[in-house]
């Protein structure tokens, strides 16, 4: 029997912006909902959709995907108001694609990611990730487990481009950086699951989402990038393509408008690596990285 919906949810900084402006709606076969022109989650002023919702009015799929989106990010936890309108949004997209032939694919970074682990402080923002709770949504409402397709990222490049995107937005300045790490580890400490360096204890994310009853597919990014067939790598239906012949964003750390050298960020990825060890996580960050991500030095 086939998955009721497949849920793409990143990681963050792994081609997923890439894949969800054009390799999913251009070249793969099953029903998309994923973000348009506008981000993930709902703007105040789109509060409406919630209410058309409600109404059982026609919505296109981007806006399910975004309530959803939105619904995920804000539940915490337990089964307050934002849970239940995850259920409602996720049940009509189920109910939508139920005659499809293919399994629909929910795609979004944001469901790996929360406000606080963006931070530089802590914030009431400091939750689990969105994808905790959508799994929990979409087995109360079906008997069959999601598939969740997670891209795996080196550890230290990973967790180095994520905050070089903080700094490219403007949200911090590159010399918070120790700042940025020891308050990740506190958050990580006081919520699991709930930080950037979740994303780095790879069996650990798999383990934790499987135990939830969900179908994991893990991804090594590097393979993605480097796959002449990327859908099938991702173990969806569709026209063979290369990331290499797309149109895409940055997939390094080094770009010009970051203003940041590549002799920089080998300067802050060997400073993150004597963070982690002086914290004693460095072992077990790698012990636990997704095969060993072949044992690789990015």
Not at 173 to 182: E, Q, R, T
Not at 223 to 241: F, P, T, V, Y
Request: proline share 4%; aromatic share 8%; hydrophobic share 35%.
């Amino acid at each position: 029997m086939r998955a009721p919906i497949i849920i793409h949810a990143g990681l963050p900084r792994t081609a997923t912006t890439t894949l969800q402006k054009t390799l999913l709606p251009k070249y793969c076969h099953h029903p998309l909902y994923t973000k348009d022109r506008m981000s993930s989650m709902l703007a105040t002023n789109e509060y409406n959709l919630l209410d058309r919702l409600e109404k059982g009015q026609t919505l296109t799929k981007s806006e399910i995907a975004r309530i959803i989106f939105t619904s995920a990010s804000l539940t915490y936890g337990g089964e307050d108001e934002w849970y239940f309108k995850l259920l409602k949004a996720t049940e009509k997209l189920l109910l939508e694609e139920k005659s499809s032939e293919l399994p629909p694919i929910l795609s979004s970074e944001s469901l790996t990611l929360t406000i606080a682990s963006y931070n530089i402080r802590g914030s009431a923002a400091g939750r689990q990730f969105g994808i905790i709770p959508l799994i929990k949504a979409v087995n109360k409402l079906t008997n069959e487990p999601p598939k969740i397709i997670l891209c795996f990222r080196d550890p230290i490049e990973h967790f180095c481009s994520m905050f070089l995107r903080i700094v490219r937005q403007g949200i911090s300045k590159k010399n918070d950086f120790n700042k940025y790490v020891k308050y990740q580890f506190r958050l990580e400490n006081n919520l699991k699951y709930s930080s950037n360096i979740s994303h780095l204890y790879h069996k650990s994310l798999i383990k934790h989402l499987e135990d939830l009853n969900s179908i994991v597919v893990p991804i090594k990014y590097k393979n993605l990038l480097q796959s002449s067939n990327a859908l099938r790598l991702l173990n969806l239906e569709g026209d063979k393509i290369s990331l290499s012949k797309l149109k895409k964003e940055n997939h390094h750390l080094s770009h010009p408008e970051f203003n940041v050298s590549i002799e920089q960020i080998k300067h802050l990825q060997l400073g993150l690596t004597n963070v982690f060890k002086a914290l004693n996580i460095y072992n077990k960050i790698y012990k636990e990285a997704f095969l060993d991500m072949d044992k690789a030095i990015f």
